[in-house]
């Protein structure tokens, strides 16, 4: 367990103390590097307990037969907040779970660090080293590819310098001039950066 998070209950206080294994569950490593890795693909982090979670299990059992089923789920949502944030994410959004048997809503959490840019693909198969970075998957304002061609392709979302490095095959500053801090500024002013190597 991360002997650095505490927990702080606020209005949760009477709960936690009813339910104090559930905070020691949350916090075990493997179920904390697995919340991490759901978060790094945009799923709710909240899902990592319909994997591996005997103890959040146990205490929703009994959570239920006392009537405080909800309760406890708003506490265990809390909790994942506060665990994510001691791990440097912060909550950016929430969403619908469909694929959940324990929670129906859950919170998506990024790094600061992390930028969510789409890599679009000139559509000219002739032009293969021509890309186009957005904010947004589909950029209706997108410019024309230099070789007139109708538009661009989506090809991937990057979210780390790394990442996008990977998806165009060379090095963002070596090869195309740019730093990941500028290109993000650019992206976040201009809504799209052309990239040519």
């Not at 979210?159 to 996008?164: D, H, N, P, V, Y």
Request: aromatic share 10%.
């Amino acid at each position: 367990m991360n002997k650095s998070t505490i927990y702080r209950p606020g209005r949760f206080a009477s709960l936690h103390k009813q339910y104090p294994q559930v905070w020691e569950a949350l916090n075990e490593p493997h179920l904390v590097a697995m919340m991490k890795i759901l978060s790094r693909r945009g799923v709710p982090a909240i899902t990592a307990l319909d994997l591996e979670a005997e103890t959040v299990w146990e205490n929703l059992e009994i959570a239920r037969s006392r009537g405080d089923e909800n309760q406890v789920k708003q506490m265990i949502g809390h909790q994942i907040r506060q665990i994510m944030a001691s791990e440097g994410f912060r909550k950016v959004d929430g969403k619908p779970i469909r694929t959940s048997w324990l929670f129906s809503w859950g919170g998506v959490y990024v790094r600061s660090e992390w930028h969510s840019l789409y890599v679009h693909r000139n559509r000219n198969i002739g032009d293969p080293d021509t890309h186009c970075i957005s904010n947004k998957r589909i950029l209706l304002s997108l410019p024309n590819p230099p070789s007139n061609c109708a538009n661009w392709v989506p090809y991937r979302m990057c979210q780390t310098r790394r990442e996008l490095n990977f998806v165009l095959e060379g090095n963002l500053d070596d090869d195309f001039g740019w730093t990941w801090k500028n290109l993000c500024h650019a992206i976040d002013k201009d809504g799209y950066v052309i990239l040519n190597s």
